[in-house]
């Protein structure tokens, strides 16, 4: 299993709400796929500026698959441009 934890601030001028709203249809879609035992959005208690998805997938093929895929090609580049930075980082258990 690889967990996957994919932080991002949200720019200062963003509608956190309509993020919210979009992120959502992206963790609807990507719980769907084969390969994803749990993706879900987290809000940073201390700073609500700070949004983390924390994923975890069987393996890195699922991973892979899962970029490729038409709702992440769709909605991902749009929560980019909401975003003023992003940090991902990938872990094993050990």
Do not use: F
């Not at 090609?73 to 980082?89: A, D, K, Q």
């Amino acid at each position: 299993m690889i967990r996957v934890v994919a932080k991002g601030k949200l720019k200062q001028d963003v509608n956190k709400e309509e993020y919210i709203k979009i992120a959502r249809e992206l963790v609807t879609e990507t719980n769907k796929e084969t390969g994803c035992i749990s993706y879900v959005l987290h809000e940073d208690i201390n700073d609500p500026t700070i949004v983390t998805m924390i994923e975890e997938w069987v393996d890195e093929e699922a991973i892979n698959q899962h970029n490729a895929s038409e709702h992440v090609r769709n909605i991902v580049p749009g929560l980019r441009e909401m975003r003023e930075s992003t940090e991902i980082n990938l872990y094993r258990k050990v």
